[in-house]
């Protein structure tokens, strides 16, 4: 039976595998944390009195397949140093908790280990004070998969402003893309917000806007009392509230605005360990630091899948995983 390595165990990782143990392939799993699941694991749904189609219930019940199957095995804790020989006959070193392990006999290897948030690795050019008022796309992820029945805070903000393009888009920041995930998840998290709580004052500082869900919503949002002021805030003065200082695009003169509570819309950033693990995979980067296309991946053996490659929504990061493990099988070895 043809083995597989994937290396990184989040939504594109897991897909590829369990599409590929399903087609009688030996898949080995090398996750870096604790646990597969990588990002998307701590999310949450996003529906309103109606679903927001934020992709969440595409991975279903995923993890519990991939962890039961017995063509899959899932070594945590763990992380490829090095990368030996050629499609078919690849040798992987492997540490896990500080053992080294060889693994041989390799016949393909997805690389899969996502990216990085934009909050981890930086503050940005946007200069602000830590502060339980102010929190990032990740944790309002989190705030959304806790979230009750009647409340999501004990203590109800009267305001929320939603910083957008927060990292991205950013010369400075060395990430001039668009993040592609940041409008979709901040709207549909503020028609969560606007359900829980119908009087509260929600504004979006923004540069530019995506789709969301396929279309232009713009128009419907502005209508629903939704407000958005185009502009690149220059500072933050953390607290309740937070007062945020932009220039006005019209006249260029400097205004305030007071918010309860402030949420970064951090993008998809290229992970710190990037550099080494193209080094590792013998792969290049693309100009936004992301791994690079492999032109020709049944000659080499080697795919990528998911956000290491750049941005991308879970409906796109679970058909093109898809395909991946699609085109291994139909590969010839
Ligand atoms: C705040 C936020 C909210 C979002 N909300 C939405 C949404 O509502 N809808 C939507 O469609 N998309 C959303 N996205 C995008 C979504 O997160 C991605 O599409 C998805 O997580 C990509 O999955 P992935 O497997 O490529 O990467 P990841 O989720 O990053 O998984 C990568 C895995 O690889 C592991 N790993 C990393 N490095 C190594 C290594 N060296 N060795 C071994 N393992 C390693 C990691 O631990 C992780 O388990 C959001 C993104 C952000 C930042
Ligand atoms: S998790 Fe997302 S796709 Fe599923 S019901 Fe909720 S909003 Fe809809
Ligand atoms: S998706 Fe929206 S918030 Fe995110 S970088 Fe693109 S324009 Fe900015």
Redesign the pocket.
Known sequence: MASVLVIGGGLAGCTAALELAQNDRNVIIVEKSVTIGGKVRSY????TDR????????VGDLWDQVERHENIEILTGAQVVDIMGTKGRFTVIVKTHGYVDTISNLDHIVVSTGFDEFATLSSGSLEFEESKYIITGSELERLLSNRGKYHLFPNPPASVGFIQCFGSRDIQEKAAYCSRICCGYSI?AAKVFREYYPDIKITFFYMDFQEVEGQDCFDDLIRDNFEFIRCRPVSIKAGRPNLILYEDPEDHSLVEESMDLLVLSEGIYPSRDFENLAEVCRLGLNENGFLKYIENPRQSGIYLAGCVAGPRRIEEVYAQSLQVAREICGGIL
Not at 44 to 47: F, M
């Open positions: 949450g749904c996003k529906a679903c927001n189609r934020c992709g969440l219930c595409l549909r």
